[in-house]
């Protein structure tokens, strides 16, 4: 390692101003960072100086993923498996998922890298870490055949309209990953609506047993259709979907490193899942179809629900930056979700629009808030002059 960083100052001055490649400055300082602890330091005004920066915050979040991403991979070649009438090892299963997983990564991690890459050097600025978890999170929420110019062009779409013209990382209203899939299911709804699509091989048809169909428990209730997948494997996440959204268990782990880590907002995790069991119990009381019936713990448990109150609600640019903000935030997302999901059969999914429509009135739950404890002080200081 010291080899390399004595490189690194060696050749640090040619990508530096008046350096012979100081166009070049940008992607040379973000392989730089990447590698290395930055040496930038505050001289004016009060900050908070510790250890964390975005690259650490970035690199903890992707972290806390990889229990849902591993069992994602095995998930994708256990459905496999099950769908042809095989009954494979695990590490069979494992390999399997990850062939078809890893492309899905790297195709999202090179288009939106390499997009990141080209405004830097336009703008003439740094490249920022924010991509790391987008570029994950993207493959983890759309379904394992999606084909990989699909994914590009999504990924595109969401750095360039969803990112890059607000500014870049930290100006973004939308959460990117969300703009990614939102772009797939209104561009091309066939490749991310019915059954068939969660599970790898299943629109060829090639070898299927009879009478598997791929159907999500989601997907069943969301027509109205009694599931009769049992509450410990949708929890465990023995069952059809998005390849990071299956396991809750999996996705409590990372929620857990989340929040013990400081990273990720317990607020507005736990808010969102009251939101949910609010929302799903007004509905319990009508019962007008069997929708409405779903008990609240199996809302929690279906579809991206968890994933989405984990890992996307939570984003820290997108979503509110007040406490008190956080709590309201993540309680009328969580009665959206259930609200969209219940009313509109045509998608059942409701985490994904509930979080974008979040994203847009965060800034306006937090100036009222803000504003709030503005007038609140100013009562408060009048009271002591009077």
């Not at 400055?25 to 960072?33: H, N």
């Not at 808010?271 to 119990?281: D, E, K, R, W």
């Amino acid at each position: 390692m010291k080899a390399l960083r004595n490189y690194i100052d060696k050749i640090k001055p040619n990508f530096e101003k008046g350096g012979k490649y100081e166009k070049l400055q940008s992607t040379f300082d973000a392989i730089e960072t990447f590698l290395y602890v930055p040496k930038k330091v505050t001289f004016k005004g009060s900050h908070i100086r510790d250890s964390i920066d975005m690259k650490r915050t970035m690199s903890v979040v992707l972290i806390a993923l990889m229990p849902a991403l591993l069992f994602g991979m095995w998930n994708v070649g256990y459905q496999h498996s099950l769908s042809i009438g095989e009954s494979n090892g695990i590490f069979d299963n494992f390999l399997f998922g990850a062939i078809k997983v890893i492309p899905l990564i790297a195709v999202s991690y090179i288009t939106g890298l390499g997009i990141e890459f080209i405004f830097a050097q336009y703008r003439g600025h740094e490249v920022n870490e924010g991509f790391l978890v987008s570029g994950m999170l993207i493959p983890m929420i759309v379904p394992i055949d999606i084909p990989l110019w699909m994914l590009a062009v999504a990924t595109a779409f969401a750095v360039i309209f969803g990112k890059e013209v607000f500014g870049g990382t930290g100006m973004n209203v939308f959460n990117p990953a969300l703009i990614a899939r939102a772009f797939i299911f209104f561009a091309y709804p066939a490749q991310i609506t019915g059954d068939k699509i969660w599970i790898a091989g299943l629109t060829e048809g090639k070898g299927v047993i009879d009478g598997f169909s791929g159907a999500t428990p989601l997907g069943n209730w969301g027509q109205n259709v009694v599931d009769n997948t049992s509450f410990i494997d949708m929890f465990l996440g023995f069952m059809p979907g998005s390849i990071g959204e299956t396991s809750k268990l999996a996705i409590l782990i990372g929620a857990g490193i989340l929040i013990f880590t400081g990273i990720g907002s317990w607020r507005i995790m736990i808010s969102t899942l009251l939101g949910a069991v609010f929302m799903t119990l007004i509905f319990n009381l009508f019962a007008a179809n069997e929708y409405m019936k779903v008990d609240p713990l199996t809302h929690i448990v279906m579809g991206g629900f968890l994933f989405g109150a984990v890992f996307m609600a939570t984003d820290p640019v997108s979503a509110s930056q007040t406490n008190k903000g956080k709590y309201i935030y993540g309680f009328i997302l969580g009665i959206f979700a259930i609200m969209i999901r219940v009313f509109n059969p045509a998608y059942p999914e409701g985490m994904m629009l509930a979080i974008l429509l979040m994203n847009t009135f965060a800034p306006l739950i937090d100036y009222y808030i803000i504003e709030a404890n503005i007038n609140r002080r100013l009562k408060r200081v009048k009271k002591a002059v009077n």
